[in-house]
């Protein structure tokens, strides 16, 4: 399989994980769904759980390159960019194909701390905190540690909120929210 299948695979089943799940899409599913069959597969993937990774990497990727530029393109200023990761979340939340967060899908279906899917869901959310540590010390706030976690928590919330219940206000709430905690951090 050459690198361009090898990828064309790797978003494909990204998609495949992404709208039913790790542990209910099986390999077979997963052959029919990407148009691969299990041994091409299984010839750039030893497991599943490869496979599986390469899709996280993959979504890490796409969704912090694309949170970045959107949270850049609505605002300039740094403390403003904080507040627009709320307004890129509503975004985000208006697709058709939202679907909550693959990596809170995954550490859900992958518990174990140790095991590889867990640790590279946590490791977006440690990249996402540094993203919003740095916009924090840029804009000169106080606390920029707590306060990256704060909004992180708030941003986390507001995805599973919208994943539950609500998608049309829950990210303009979570923005509320994180106007309070900036104002504080700026007293």
Known sequence: MSASKRDELVQNALKAFYTGGFHA?????????????KTAIYSHFRTKDDL??????LRDEQ????????????AKDPKDQLLAVF?????????????SCMFIKASSEYQDR???VHAISAEHKKLLRDYFTDLAKK?????????????????EGAI???????????????KQAAQILIKTATE
């Open 139 to 155: 804009a000169k706030l106080k606390k920029p540690e707590d306060l990256a976690r704060q909004i992180l928590i708030l941003k």
């Open 160 to 174: 599973v909120l919208a994943h539950l219940h609500d998608r049309e206000t829950v990210a303009s709430d979570a």
């Open 25 to 37: 899409i099986g390999m077979d599913r997963l052959a029919k769904e990407t148009g691969v069959s």
């Open 63 to 74: 969704f912090r390159n694309w949170l970045v530029r959107r949270v850049e393109a609505l």
């Open 114 to 116: 140790s095991h590889p």
């Open 52 to 57: 599986i990774l390469a899709t996280l990497r």
């Open 87 to 99: 307004d890129a979340l509503a975004e985000w939340f208006a697709e058709p194909n939202f679907k």
